[in-house]
């Protein structure tokens, strides 16, 4: 088993354009989630998924979107990137909402100048 | 908020010495996670505490979730060089139905030389 895979590892973008983040597990689980990691600040939730077909807002979901795309897949869309999202971003999954043993992918790493 | 803070930020140790570090909130919180992220890598789960005064091994670790259920705490005993990371503790935040999402604090540093 993978685990949990995310594609790319590093991204370089321009203010302003657009890019997606995949993310994927092979674990069977229901819940899926985005996180952003930027120095000093911790993990900070950006959007969550609890079941395929459902999405909610974390705690800084501005300027993103994602897509549940099936149980397996969870993408995170920048429609026009800023600087400010210049940061490392974790795809995790759990068994169930409500299970607190996330599993994180291995991260990309995105750079906007 | 249900924050959580961390400390201390940054350590620096030499190897073979034991290590503590600990989590507080103001909060209550009824499960506490530590998880340790590996230089260019995603975080990893390395123990879950349910139950208020409990205490758990993992090898070299031991966390106690604490007996206020405000806090918890992390020890490694005889620190080698891999236990270089961050180490970062969470919680779960309610947020309506069984939807759970956890809130993680900012991490503890943690540099061993060798």
């Known amino acids: 088993n993978a685990g949990v895979t995310q594609t790319p590892k590093f991204q370089v973008l321009k203010t302003g354009q657009s890019m997606t983040l995949q993310c994927a597990q092979d674990m069977n689980h229901n819940s899926m989630y985005w996180y952003r990691q930027d120095p000093g600040m911790g993990l900070r939730l950006i959007y969550y998924s609890a079941s395929e077909g459902t999405t909610d807002k974390g705690e800084v979901p501005n300027g993103y979107n994602v897509s549940r795309l099936n149980k397996r897949e969870f993408s995170l869309r920048l429609e026009s990137a800023a600087p400010s999202q210049t940061s490392v971003y974790f795809c995790?999954?759990?068994?169930?909402?409500?299970?607190?043993?996330?599993?994180f992918g291995p991260g990309t790493r995105l750079t906007v100048t | 908020g249900q924050q959580l803070n961390q400390s201390p930020q940054s350590m620096f140790i030499q190897e073979g010495e034991d290590v503590s570090m600990n989590c507080t909130s103001s909060s209550i919180f009824n499960t506490w996670l530590w998880y340790k992220q590996d230089p260019g890598e995603g975080p990893v789960l390395l123990i879950a505490l349910y139950k208020a005064g409990e205490l758990t091994s993992n090898g070299r670790l031991t966390a106690q979730f604490g007996i206020t259920r405000k806090d918890s705490f992390l020890n490694i005993s005889a620190s080698i060089p891999s236990d270089v990371g961050i180490y970062f503790c969470?919680?779960?935040?309610?947020?309506?139905?069984?939807?759970?999402?956890?809130?993680f604090g900012k991490g503890t540093l943690l540099t061993v030389n060798p």
């Open positions: 995790a999954s759990t068994e169930r909402a409500g299970a607190y043993e996330q599993y």
């Open positions: 969470a919680g779960p935040r309610v947020s309506g139905g069984s939807n759970y999402k956890l809130t």
